[in-house]
């Protein structure tokens, strides 16, 4: 079935510092999603791409949707504290009714 | 607007016991579904809905059921706790046109024992 794999699993880093994150599947997917779950909350919507290639941008993060169209990248500038979270990737079930299928996620941890 | 809304937050079961989760959402939402979270894990889709009236299995159905009478609410059944099912479980719901965007409710962190 299809997976998405997300690395790092978890990343230390100092406020201010940039970040890179990706996701990648041996499978095709023809839309990208990247929400973001703060501690005790459910995930909330980030970013999403639709097209191979398309570069998107939402204040610091920016995403992009692989040319393969079998992974993508989240990058997040000048990180400050209340980016702590876990970011999880998303792609839509192929021949399902607009189901999800979610990475494991990744999770930031911000020293200030 | 309140969202999507669970209750309880917090719950702690015995073996063999019964519980329904509830979840409710103001959106006027056709799309519900309700998912499971394990510690490192990512989200795994239990149940369901389209609408009311129609509900289909997810990813991992074994021991839950759902029920859909009204648009508004959607409640995950367990009928039998097992150690297996301690979870943080989430309600999400989301409109017809758009199946990127869904929304979720805040978690209910189960425990069983």
């Known amino acids: 079935g299809q997976q998405l794999n997300q690395s790092p699993q978890s990343m230390f880093i100092q406020e201010g510092e940039d970040v890179s994150m990706n996701c990648t599947s041996s499978?095709?997917?023809?839309?990208w999603l990247w929400y973001k779950q703060d501690p005790g909350e459910g995930p909330v919507l980030l970013i999403a791409?639709?097209?191979?290639?398309e570069l998107t941008s939402n204040g610091r993060l920016t995403a992009q949707f692989g040319i393969t169209r079998k992974d993508s990248f989240l990058n997040i500038s000048a990180s400050i504290p209340s980016d702590v979270g876990i970011y999880f990737c998303?792609?839509?079930?192929?021949?399902?009714?607009?189901?999800?299928?979610f990475g494991k996620g990744t999770k930031l941890s911000v020293k200030p | 607007n309140a969202g999507v809304t669970q209750t309880p937050k917090f719950r702690i079961l015995k073996i063999g016991q019964s519980m329904t989760l509830q979840c409710a959402q103001d959106?006027?939402?056709?799309?519900m579904y309700w998912y499971r979270q394990d510690p490192g894990m990512g989200l795994k889709l239990i149940y369901y809905?389209?609408?009311?009236?129609?509900?289909d299995k997810g990813e991992v159905p074994n021991g839950y059921n759902v029920s859909r009478s009204t648009t508004e609410d959607f409640p995950l059944r367990l009928e039998l706790a097992a150690p297996s099912q301690t979870s943080v479980y989430f309600c999400?719901?989301?409109?017809?046109?758009?199946?990127?965007?869904?929304?979720f409710g805040p978690g209910t962190r189960l425990t069983v024992t």
């Open positions: 999400a719901s989301r409109t017809l046109s758009n199946p990127y965007e869904q929304y």
């Open positions: 499978s095709i997917f023809n839309t």
């Open positions: 959106m006027n939402h056709n799309y």
């Open positions: 791409l639709y097209k191979a290639g």
């Open positions: 998303a792609g839509l079930v192929r021949g399902s009714q607009g189901n999800l299928i």
């Open positions: 809905s389209v609408g009311a009236g129609i509900t």
